[in-house]
């Protein structure tokens, strides 16, 4: 089961930078990893369309976890291209209540009543999950040869996808700003390490992260090794 990775790279509101999404072809049609904030959905809409992914052949869309910058099209997604939104069960409070600080430690009130503002993320853009994802869930019923890992940290419910042939979608449990290493905005940073030492014993070869550009794994290790304490 090979496939094919495009990344879409779609900037963010008020010079928040820009989040991937990962569409990736299979044999059997289109899995899409996240779907960036609303802000660009045209532009989203019409990186899918050049791709050939269109109604019909998206077999899934996956969501690393809940913010707004990365589940902000999935309910017209869904809606659109008739398919499946699947995500961890402890970060589905947030995109069916439209709060990123569902299931959260940090966050206060101000930033909570703010965020929907800052992303665009309308009511309408509320949704709840057609499926559950945990550790060792298996896509391939999906096309895609790949598990799912549990990897707490940016948030509870925060997943990777790993693929058999080495790639791992990560969320925003790591980035890629000015190198690689773990993400800046951690809710709880024991299980972000936790979530790090799991992936430390599995076969990765490439990194897909959220935010910044893909790396290798190794060059991840080697700068998380030197930055311990
Ligand atoms: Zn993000």
């Known amino acids: 089961m090979p496939h094919r990775i ?7 509101p008020f010079r928040l930078g820009s989040v991937n999404c990962y569409l990736i072809e299979t044999d059997d049609g289109f899995v899409l990893i996240d779907t960036g904030g609303s802000n660009k959905r045209a532009d989203l809409l019409r990186e899918l369309k050049g791709a050939g992914c269109k109604p019909g052949n998206l077999n899934l869309i996956v969501l690393t976890h809940g913010d707004f ?3 902000g099209n999935c309910a017209f997604l869904r809606e ?4 499946r939104a699947a995500m961890h069960i402890d970060d589905g409070g947030m995109v069916e209540r439209g ?8 966050g206060n009130a101000l930033l909570r009543r703010m965020a ?7 009511k309408s853009d509320r949704f709840k999950p057609d ?38 979608f990560c969320g ?4 890629n700003r000015d190198k690689p290493g773990l993400g800046s905005i951690m809710d709880d940073l024991a299980a ?38």
């Not at 925003?172 to 980035?175: G, H, P, S, V």
């Open 99 to 106: 709060d990123m600080f569902y299931n959260r430690e940090s």
């Open 6 to 12: 495009k990344t879409i790279g779609l900037s963010l």
């Open 116 to 122: 929907p503002i800052l992303f665009r993320f309308a």
């Open 80 to 83: 659109k291209f008739g398919t």
């Open 172 to 175: 925003d449990l790591l980035e």
């Open 69 to 71: 910058d990365h589940i």
């Open 131 to 168: 499926q559950y994802l945990e550790e060792g869930d298996d896509l391939s019923g999906y096309g895609l040869d790949a598990r799912v890992l549990h990897l707490a940290g940016h948030s509870k419910g925060s997943i990777g996808i790993l693929t058999a042939g080495g790639d791992l």
């Open 192 to 229: 972000a390490m936790a979530s790090v030492e799991k992936l430390r014993g599995s076969d990765i070869h490439t990194v897909y992260p959220g935010h910044g550009s893909s790396f290798a794994w190794e060059l991840f290790m080697r700068n998380h090794q030197e930055s311990d304490p």
